[in-house]
């Protein structure tokens, strides 16, 4: 009987050799394996599913309390602001077309608040800088950053005066006499103009010419410190119109920042169902 069993055991054990088999387990294609019961560990962060498209964008606008603009339309391939041969200067405070876009301009530069520039390069909305050698000259380098980042250079005089209150010369030298500083400064010759206040008299306009301007742009809106000023008497944003800000920190803005009060113009202009497009792609 002994000898029985012991022959027996040798053949099993030979037969499951042959198929591949072990005693402790069965093989996949016999038994399924069973259902998971226990709850999946959760990934480590350097194993996290990659960001859905657009992720990045959301995730820089809401550290600034902010949702995404929606992308702009494609710029015209004629820009519908332009000076002819020859002719005077155009004076714009909008930009013809029917698109829901504005334009953001900030002016002067007095304010040079680090968070602003860091804010533009997280948010990539575009907007023009109308600077003033007066209010810049202190720190030229602040807005170095601002312009590699793609935002529009102009002009606004070299030490903000009242321009219908100067004779023609006097004109001719703020305007060109900024045009030169800002381009030994940054590279580059600034095709905008803005008059300070918004007062221009047809002197500005052949000064301004004379110094290579391409247009003169005023505004329809105006960000103060929580809301826009409107010229239009329905107190709206209408497509393409320009928008004015300035570079101002907490002591014109009762405490708030710039950042505050650009987060707060954007949230405007949100508002409104417009997004912001580059000026300079349309003049």
Not at 18 to 40: D, F, I, K, S
Not at 92 to 97: H, K, M, R, V
Not at 118 to 132: A, G, H, I, S
Request: aromatic share 8%; with cysteine.
């Amino acid at each position: 009987m002994k000898k029985t069993i012991a022959l027996w055991a040798a053949l099993t054990t030979v037969a499951l050799l042959v198929t591949g088999c072990t005693v402790n387990e069965p093989a996949a294609a016999q038994t399924p394996a069973p259902a998971r019961t226990t709850p999946r560990a959760t990934p480590s962060a350097e194993h996290k599913a990659p960001e859905a498209p657009g992720a990045a964008t959301a995730a820089a606008y809401r550290k600034w309390g902010l949702k995404p603009f929606a992308a702009p339309p494609a710029p015209p391939a004629v820009k519908p602001v332009v000076r002819p041969d020859g002719g005077p200067v155009p004076v714009i405070s909008e930009i013809p077309t029917r698109e829901k876009i504005v334009f953001i301009t900030i002016d002067d530069g007095a304010e040079k608040d680090p968070e602003f520039v860091r804010m533009m390069k997280d948010l990539k909305v575009p907007f023009t800088m109308f600077l003033t050698d007066a209010a810049i000259r202190a720190d030229y380098p602040y807005f170095e950053p601002l312009i590699a980042q793609g935002h529009g250079l102009a002009n606004h005089t070299l030490t903000h005066p009242n321009l219908r209150t100067l004779g023609p010369e006097a004109q001719r030298r703020e305007i060109c006499g900024q045009q030169t500083k800002l381009k030994a400064r940054y590279g580059t010759t600034p095709r905008l103009f803005r008059p300070p206040y918004g007062n221009w008299n047809e002197a500005t306009r052949a000064a301004a010419g004379e110094c290579g301007v391409d247009a003169i742009v005023l505004w329809r809106e105006s960000m103060q410190i929580k809301n826009m000023q409107y010229q239009r008497g329905d107190r709206k944003l209408h497509p393409g119109d320009i928008i004015l800000a300035h570079f101002r920190g907490p002591s014109e803005l009762k405490g708030r920042t710039m950042t505050e009060m650009t987060a707060t113009m954007l949230r405007r202009i949100q508002e409104q169902g417009f997004t912001v497009a580059r000026l300079e792609d349309y003049v």
